[in-house]
């Protein structure tokens, strides 16, 4: 959330009058007013584990937001490189999701989402990432199934490109827009561009539904 699609929507979530707590090795942009900030290093086992005894003094938890992930630039497949980057993405919030069930924190009714990618599909990411991306979207259909009877609603958004603050297309919009341009005709729908605020809207849409509905492709 120090970043990024987390960041954007942290903001906009804070403006609606919102409690946000947000999850980030380090302060990047500017700090939003009003949000508590818990600055771990989730690789990080010691870390790790601090952050979970802070997250316990919030007491309820109504919506969780995962925004980690990425590939790490690696291009290899090996299992050292899948495990790192599966870790990433998917191992953290597992972890994450255990505790917090374990310890009641999340509450009935509650929303969790995710965000995997359209690479998972057409394989246009680095491949351990492609992978991972499959795994979390699988992980999130399963645990749909396992959080119905408090009902719980888990949704995993799988966009393709998206500007958002700081993010690698947002500087590339900055630094090559020719080579912006050409990718997210490529790969988005129509051409058209993406940004955070279209991923907060569709959290709202879901979060308004109340339903699962699990993966949701957004291109």
Known sequence: GTSGIGYDISKKFVSLKNN????GRKIIHPKIPSVNYLLYNLANNIQFTASLRKLEKIKKINTIIYCIGGSLGLNDLSYDVYFKVWNLNVGIPIKINDYLIKKKLISKKSHIFFFSSMAASDLSGKPAYNIANASLESYAENLTKFLQRDKIFVNCI??????????????????NPKKFNYYIKKFNRKGLE?????????IIILMNKKKQTSVIKYV
């Open 20 to 23: 946000v707590t947000v999850i």
């Open 158 to 175: 799988k966009p393709s490109i998206v500007t958002a603050t700081g993010n690698n297309w947002y500087k590339c919009k900055k630094e």
């Open 194 to 202: 993406i940004n955070s605020m279209h991923i907060f809207n569709k």
